[in-house]
């Protein structure tokens, strides 16, 4: 008895190759289609412009820490020193009262004057005085002149007027005219003058010039003057002139002057 047959497998492959094939050509005929989204590509960035490059600040030095200051001691006042005095320039124009040994011009002791020098001739009257005076650039000029020309029996006026022709000629700032010393004599010479009353009335006359032109006027022998207008007997030689002593005391009291006369014309 015959076998029965096998159902042949050829068949099916010969179609499964088919089916293959056309799926193949199917394939190669279907362009190349993305199955899956694909991701936008992003533009270029534009690349940034590089602008100058910014300079790098120096690292900063550091400062040295300052050393702590020693405190200042504070200074003690000081007494304000006393100004020293300046000293006041003295002239002079005179007779012998003046240029007499020991006279009170001769015996100043004041350290604040200074004695620059004058004119002092023993008997002179005031008009020679006056012709060897010489201008000087001094504080104070003392002027103690008249004696002698009483003993001409010149006046007043004609004393005091020459006596300002000696004070603008010596040019001194400041002007100190003194009285004429006291008199024991009252009948001198062929007219018997009264020297002692003659006297009296110059220094009057003396003072109200100085009062008149700005000057100061000085009796520096008033308090050893007599009532009368005389010398006591133990303060002349003669009777015209003062001792040593006197002189001295004169000298005091003509310092004071002096420096009246400069103070003063400050105030």
């Known amino acids: 008895m015959p076998h029965p047959q096998r159902p042949s497998r050829l068949p099916f492959i010969a179609a499964t190759a088919s089916v293959v094939v056309v799926a193949g050509v199917l394939l190669a005929a279907i362009p190349n289609t993305a199955t899956a989204v694909e991701s936008p590509i992003a533009a270029p960035t534009a690349t940034p412009t590089t602008s100058a490059p910014v300079e790098t600040p120096a690292p900063a030095v550091p400062t040295a820490t300052p050393a702590p200051t020693v405190p200042t001691a504070t200074p003690k006042p000081t007494a304000t020193p006393k100004p020293t005095p300046s000293t006041i320039s003295v002239t002079y124009a005179g007779d012998s009262l003046t240029a007499m040994d020991g006279s009170w011009m001769r015996q100043l002791n004041d350290k604040t004057l200074t004695n620059i020098g004058?004119?002092?001739?023993?008997?002179?009257?005031?008009?020679r005085i006056l012709t060897n005076v010489s201008a000087r650039d001094a504080d104070v000029l003392v002027v103690m002149a008249g004696t002698n020309d009483i003993?001409?029996?010149r006046s007043s006026t004609t004393i005091t007027q020459n006596i300002g022709k000696v004070v603008h000629k010596v040019g001194a700032r400041h002007v100190v005219i003194a009285a004429i010393a006291p008199s024991n004599?009252?009948?001198?010479?062929?007219?018997h003058?009264?020297?002692?009353k003659q006297g009296e009335i110059l220094n009057r006359d003396l003072q109200n010039y100085a009062l008149t032109n700005g000057y100061l006027f000085v009796d520096p022998w008033a308090a050893d003057r007599q009532l009368n207008g005389g010398w006591p007997s133990?303060?002349?030689?003669?009777?015209?002139?003062?001792?040593?002593?006197?002189?001295?005391?004169?000298?005091v009291r003509m310092q004071q002057a002096i420096h009246i006369a400069v103070e003063g014309a400050k105030g």
Do not use: E, F, L, Q
């Open 234 to 251: 133990n303060r002349t030689i003669d009777g015209t002139h003062p001792t040593v002593a006197m002189s001295k005391k004169v000298s």
């Open 118 to 127: 004058g004119t002092a001739i023993g008997g002179a009257t005031v008009p």
């Open 185 to 191: 004599v009252t009948k001198y010479g062929k007219k």
């Open 151 to 153: 003993r001409y029996a």
């Open 193 to 196: 003058i009264d020297r002692r």
